[in-house]
């Protein structure tokens, strides 16, 4: 158990939709990444949070979009979803060293979405 | 553009071999690499890291070496063992350039008892 929880598992949905992934980071964690991973792709790095502020950005699509909070939670809200949306979504954490982008991530178990 | 490549998609080996998996990097600015495991409905697990300042680093029967000039990095495992069977990431980065970490698409290690 890395220490890192999403939710929800699974999710499914239709063409068009909206939906929110959330994220709780490690205890002590304050760099949250959010990473896509579709079927025969590697992880494909979307965004990076760093005590609430946005640290660094990836391929991540216009209808994507993401926040930290004050508690270091984030979320993932992915908007007019396309059946090529569907894929495993992961997040994880770091320590945070100064924002640094190049650390050892922990991940959480990911949620699968699928898009109909 | 794979900056981060793992060529072979996948690998068996028998139990108590040797397994080697490897990896290869386009962008010369990279300076740290990790390796991950990851299990079927599970997320990648960290496995072991090294520097650029380094060649090798061990930690049990896992080893990752690092040959800067070729730009090739190559993790070991030493006994295979059946529970090691899993998809392996590579993963790169820049501590210069600040910039995430680039993942491969991973090798489907078998470990056949």
């Known amino acids: 158990d890395s220490g890192v929880t999403q939710t929800p598992k699974h999710l499914i949905t239709a063409t068009g939709q909206r939906v929110t992934l959330r994220c709780s980071p490690r205890s002590g964690d304050l760099s949250v990444y959010w990473y896509q991973q579709s079927l025969d792709q590697g992880l494909q790095f979307l965004i990076q949070?760093?005590?609430?502020?946005?640290?660094a950005k990836g391929n991540i699509l216009e209808r994507f979009s993401a926040q930290q909070f004050p508690d270091l939670h984030s979320e993932l809200n992915l908007s007019s979803l396309e059946l090529g949306d569907s894929a495993l979504y992961f997040c994880a954490s770091s320590v945070g060293t100064s924002g640094r982008a190049v650390e050892t991530q922990y991940f959480g178990p990911g949620t699968r979405l699928l898009v109909l | 553009d794979q900056q981060v490549k793992q060529n072979s998609p996948s690998l068996s080996v028998q139990e108590g071999r040797i397994s080697i998996l490897n990896c290869d990097y386009t962008?010369?600015?990279?300076?740290?690499f990790l390796w991950y495991k990851k299990y079927p409905a599970e997320g990648p697990t960290f496995l072991i890291s090294i520097s650029s300042i380094k060649d090798k680093n061990e930690d049990g029967r896992f080893t990752v070496f690092l040959n800067k000039s070729a730009k090739h990095l190559s993790l070991h495992i030493v006994p295979s063992q059946p529970g090691d069977s899993a998809v392996y990431f590579c993963?790169?980065?820049?501590?210069?350039?600040?910039?995430?970490?680039?993942f491969g698409k991973g090798t489907r290690l078998s470990v056949i008892a």
């Open positions: 949070y760093y005590n609430g502020e946005e640290r």
């Open positions: 993963a790169a980065g820049s501590y210069s350039g600040n910039t995430p970490l680039v």
């Open positions: 962008n010369s600015m990279f300076d740290y």
